[in-house]
């Protein structure tokens, strides 16, 4: 008995030894691996030999800021970036999962919210819906996935990453643009003067009142179909937005209007914009006229 405890305390001893003399097992890193493709974003330190895909895995849950590599004959490649990446036949590129794109450079979101704003126009190149009625303004709210789409303001709010995944709800390979904030551009490809805008702001109040006036022919015409009024924060029924259901959040000069199919508002968002707070302005048409007003809980 004494000498089947002591060879076991003896295997222990020699397990727990191997373990402290294994780094690559302090964290067991979790990964996604897509053969064939490479990422060319550059090595963070010389190229590691390993035996397998699964130890490169570890290897970057060990090291700080690693958030992909790339196996490839026997060598494991380590990255800070997910993206660019490339088709190439023998290397593995392997993801980190649950690693947010550009997590060193995120703008600060503790008690804030996010938003990032996207304005589209047609017309001027203000990139502002109070002259130029064909803006459109889509939202990134609180770091939403939209469809295959995410974006990261950086941390002072000077540039967003835009990241697009091959796959829906924002997952596998990526491939990712930075954007300037705050100039309205003229965009060839798309025709359109855009303007991105990064906003971190306190988290908006909940049951606060928000009401969506829209008139033909001017704001308070009595040509107005029925105001859609919001409790903000709560999943409201509207005819007016492009979506079924729709949260209203208010923040200091525009309103957030995440629209969904799902009467409860779970699920994949159908469109999510922003428009002004408190002014007149026309939207869609030069004849359609919408106001938001606001109304504290
Ligand atoms: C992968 O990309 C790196 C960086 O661009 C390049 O040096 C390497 O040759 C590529 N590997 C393969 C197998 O294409
Ligand atoms: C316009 O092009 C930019 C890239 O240049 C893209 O990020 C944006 O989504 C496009 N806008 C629209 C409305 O297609
Ligand atoms: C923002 O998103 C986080 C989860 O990512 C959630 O916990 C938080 O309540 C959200 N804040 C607001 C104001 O919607």
Redesign the pocket.
């Known amino acids: 008995m004494r000498f089947i405890l002591f060879v076991a305390a003896f295997v222990a001893y020699a397990v727990f030894s191997l373990a402290d003399a294994a780094p690559l097992t302090n964290v067991s890193g979790e990964c996604t691996f897509y053969p064939n493709i ?6 963070m330190l010389p190229a590691k030999f390993l035996i397998s895909s699964a130890d490169c895995c570890n290897l970057c849950a060990n090291t700080k800021g690693c958030v992909a590599s ?1 196996y ?1 004959n026997y060598f494991c ?1 380590l990255k800070d970036a997910q993206s660019p990446q ?1 088709g ?4 593995t590129a392997i993801l980190q999962m649950n690693v947010p794109p550009a997590p060193t450079t995120a703008a600060p979101s503790a008690g804030n919210v996010v938003i990032i704003r996207e304005v589209s126009c047609q017309q001027s190149g203000q990139c502002d819906v109070t002259s130029d009625y064909t803006c459109v303004t889509s939202v990134y709210y609180n770091n939403t996935c939209l469809g295959n789409q995410l974006r990261v303001c950086n941390t002072d709010q000077t540039s967003i990453a835009a990241v697009t995944f091959s796959g829906a709800r924002c997952s596998g390979p990526s491939a990712t643009t930075q954007e300037a904030t705050g100039t309205c551009e003229f965009v060839p490809t798309n025709q359109s003067y855009d303007a991105h805008y990064c906003d971190v702001l306190p988290a908006p109040v909940k049951y606060a009142t928000v009401t969506r006036t829209s008139c033909d022919g001017s704001c308070n015409s009595g040509a107005c179909v029925t105001p859609a009024v919001f409790s903000t924060g709560v999943c409201t029924a509207t005819s007016q937005l492009s979506g079924e259901f729709t949260i209203a959040w208010a923040f200091p000069t525009y309103v957030v209007y995440i629209s969904y199919l799902d009467v409860s508002c779970q699920g994949t968002v159908q469109s999510s914009i922003a428009e002004p707070l408190g002014v007149c302005f026309t939207s869609g048409s030069s004849n359609t006229y919408v106001e938001n007003t606001f109304a504290s809980a």
């Open positions: 490479n990422i060319t974003a550059p090595d790339v490839n490649h490339v190439a036949q023998g290397p």
